[in-house]
């Protein structure tokens, strides 16, 4: 799917090959935003986003994880993107935006937007920049 993803390392957007278990291992235990994030609320995320796992080639492991909610149409969210790890340094979470980016990019979308509190330079190398202006945005729930 990535021509930048490192030798031995696939990603795919097959949902049958999610480890959800896992996933929401990973994200309830160790993402700053998704701390204790209920099960079922991350099975029901993932069930409504456009999916995206990192394996290793050979043995089918899933090593990484990211989703979008989208339409499809105008507007997506790269959301709760997450690397293993021992899978880290890699290049895999840039492999993974990279990903997100192409596919993301047959649906002329208007715009996609992220929040990160640590990984600016890894969206960055794949095109993500600054909003101009933050100002004109607003959240409901914003903490």
């Known amino acids: ?3 930048d993803l490192p030798d031995g390392y696939e990603i795919s ?7 959800a278990a896992l996933i929401h ?3 309830s235990s160790d993402a700053y935003w998704a701390l204790g994030r209920p099960r079922e609320k991350q099975d029901l995320a ?9 394996y290793d080639s050979v043995s089918g492991d899933q090593l990484g994880y990211a989703r979008v909610v989208t339409d499809r149409a105008t507007f997506g969210w790269l959301c709760d993107v997450y690397i ?3 899978a880290r340094g890699k290049g895999l979470g840039t492999a993974l935006a990279a990903a997100v980016r192409d596919r993301l990019a ?4 208007r715009r996609i937007l992220l929040a990160t509190a640590d990984a600016h330079e ?3 190398k794949v ?10 945005w607003m959240a409901l729930g914003a903490q």
């Open 1 to 3: 799917m990535n021509s």
């Open 13 to 19: 957007t097959d949902p049958a090959r999610l480890d």
């Open 25 to 27: 291992v990973w994200l």
């Open 46 to 54: 993932i069930a409504n986003s456009l999916n995206f796992g990192v």
């Open 84 to 86: 293993a790890p021992a």
């Open 106 to 109: 047959g649906y002329g979308l």
């Open 122 to 124: 890894v969206y960055a």
């Open 127 to 136: 095109g993500f920049e600054p909003l101009t202006t933050p100002e004109k």
